[in-house]
């Protein structure tokens, strides 16, 4: 598909932006939309830019019914100079194709809708905030639309990208989060859509988050589906562990989502020569390596928060607090470190970052 084919409207009147010491994270959204529809025969087709709106649907429609979606989460930030980056934005488009192969999607093409996105992005240019700690948060995603109450792939689709500017997920800065661990519920299973960033894995969390809310704690630890004894996410985030000097994560099982911070932060430590490995680890282990004193660090990471620390573990009636609860080194080091390459204040050396030009080569249909 040619990027010539994209149309773009733009809206007649522009909503006011936010302040940037006053942006939330998801609750505002900017003035325009990319869509592009797909169905048997014509495939993806009619790509566009249009003013954010409502979308009409058959109540039918596959997705409302049988929860066939995909989602991705990355973000745009400005630079000091004013020069707009992506942090590698081809991993999420290539995990959205692995999503759509589970859920039996059709596939898109990766290349297009990237440049498409930067096409999005210099519309919007305005809505990039530019105050320390804050972006212009991406979800592109995929709707189930063909009208039918029968259990099969859908016959059409739509696929859409919208922006919403957003600050600091931490409102605080970043500081350290209390978990409780989750022996009754589980997140997802080796063969079902663990690896597959789809709608259905997080209301599926909705749950044991609640519970774990309402005892005081932040966020989950999830443990395996089958023995419930090893980990593998913490809350919709990887999970890392600093012990004995060795940064050790969960090694991808077929039910834990390959987050591209999580590849991001293995490079980073293998660029610093900091021993990393991924392997089955279990809450038993962690619970040893606390009681040993070699329990350094805990972090999850993820877009929104890049890193969050863990400062308590909450397990079996017992409490394991980590490094005094405080922010680990490490922890804050690749924090300061992924932020900085993403805003351009530091160098990129593992040629991370995708610049988004200014160039205006589409159609504006008024």
Same mark, same amino acid.
């Given at each position: 598909?040619?990027?010539?084919? #994209?149309?773009?409207?733009?809206?007649?009147?522009?909503?006011?932006?936010?302040?940037?010491?006053?942006?939330?994270?998801?609750?505002?959204?900017?003035?325009?939309?990319?869509?592009?529809?797909?169905?048997?025969?014509?495939?993806?087709?009619?790509?566009?830019?249009?003013?954010?709106?409502?979308?009409?649907?058959?109540?039918?429609?596959?997705?409302?019914?049988?929860?066939?979606?995909?989602?991705?989460?990355?973000?745009?930030?400005?630079?000091?100079?004013?020069?707009?980056?992506?942090?590698?934005?081809? @991993?999420?488009?290539?995990?959205?194709?692995?999503?759509?192969?589970?859920?039996?999607?059709?596939?898109?093409?990766?290349?297009?809708?990237?440049?498409?996105?930067?096409?999005?992005?210099?519309?919007?240019?305005?809505?990039?905030?530019?105050?320390?700690?804050?972006?212009?948060? #991406?979800? =592109?995603? #995929?709707?189930?639309?063909?009208?039918?109450?029968?259990?099969?792939?859908?016959?059409?689709?739509?696929?859409?990208?919208?922006?919403?500017?957003?600050?600091?997920?931490?409102?605080?800065?970043?500081?350290?989060?209390?978990?409780?661990?989750?022996?009754?519920? /589980?997140?997802?299973? *080796?063969?079902?859509?663990?690896?597959?960033?789809?709608?259905?894995?997080?209301?599926?969390?909705?749950?044991?988050?609640?519970?774990?809310?309402?005892?005081?704690?932040?966020?989950?630890?999830?443990?395996?589906?089958?023995? @419930?004894?090893?980990?593998?996410?913490?809350?919709?985030?990887?999970?890392?562990?600093?012990?004995?000097?060795?940064?050790?994560?969960?090694?991808? *099982?077929?039910?834990?989502?390959?987050?591209?911070?999580?590849?991001?932060?293995?490079?980073?430590?293998?660029?610093?020569?900091?021993?990393?490995?991924?392997?089955?680890?279990?809450?038993?282990?962690?619970?040893?390596?606390?009681?040993?004193?070699?329990?350094?660090?805990?972090?999850?990471?993820?877009?929104?928060?890049?890193?969050? =620390?863990?400062?308590?573990?909450?397990?079996?009636?017992?409490?394991?607090?980590?490094?005094?609860?405080?922010?680990?080194?490490?922890?804050?080091?690749?924090?300061?470190?992924?932020?900085?390459?993403?805003?351009? @204040?530091?160098?990129?050396?593992?040629?991370?970052?995708?610049? /988004?030009?200014?160039?205006?080569?589409?159609?504006?249909?008024?």
């Amino acid at each position: 598909m040619n990027l010539q084919n #994209i149309t773009i409207t733009l809206s007649e009147t522009k909503k006011e932006k936010p302040q940037s010491d006053q942006l939330e994270f998801g609750k505002v959204f900017t003035d325009h939309m990319f869509i592009m529809d797909f169905s048997t025969g014509l495939g993806w087709h009619d790509p566009r830019i249009v003013p954010y709106q409502p979308i009409t649907m058959d109540p039918a429609s596959m997705i409302f019914h049988y929860g066939q979606s995909v989602f991705e989460g990355l973000k745009a930030y400005q630079t000091d100079d004013g020069r707009v980056l992506l942090f590698r934005p081809e @991993k999420n488009f290539r995990r959205l194709n692995q999503s759509n192969d589970r859920l039996c999607i059709p596939e898109l093409d990766e290349e297009f809708v990237l440049e498409a996105l930067k096409k999005l992005i210099e519309v919007e240019r305005e809505w990039i905030p530019s105050a320390e700690g804050t972006s212009l948060y #991406i979800r =592109p995603f #995929i709707i189930s639309t063909e009208p039918f109450l029968g259990v099969h792939p859908s016959s059409s689709y739509k696929f859409m990208i919208i922006l919403s500017p957003v600050g600091s997920y931490y409102k605080e800065g970043i500081h350290p989060v209390k978990i409780a661990v989750e022996s009754k519920y /589980v997140r997802a299973v *080796n063969g079902g859509t663990g690896t597959a960033k789809t709608g259905g894995n997080y209301a599926a969390s909705l749950k044991a988050q609640e519970v774990s809310e309402k005892i005081g704690y932040s966020q989950v630890l999830w443990l395996d589906g089958v023995e @419930k004894k090893y980990i593998e996410e913490v809350g919709s985030m990887n999970v890392f562990f600093k012990i004995n000097g060795e940064v050790i994560t969960p090694a991808l *099982n077929g039910s834990i989502l390959e987050g591209v911070t999580r590849t991001s932060i293995i490079e980073l430590l293998k660029h610093w020569n900091v021993p990393v490995t991924e392997r089955k680890i279990s809450m038993d282990d962690v619970r040893q390596a606390y009681l040993d004193g070699t329990l350094e660090e805990a972090f999850g990471t993820g877009t929104a928060a890049v890193i969050s =620390p863990i400062g308590e573990f909450f397990w079996n009636d017992e409490k394991l607090v980590i490094n005094d609860g405080k922010t680990g080194e490490l922890s804050k080091k690749l924090f300061d470190t992924l932020t900085g390459i993403q805003t351009g @204040k530091l160098a990129d050396p593992l040629g991370w970052v995708v610049e /988004v030009s200014k160039e205006n080569t589409f159609s504006v249909a008024r």
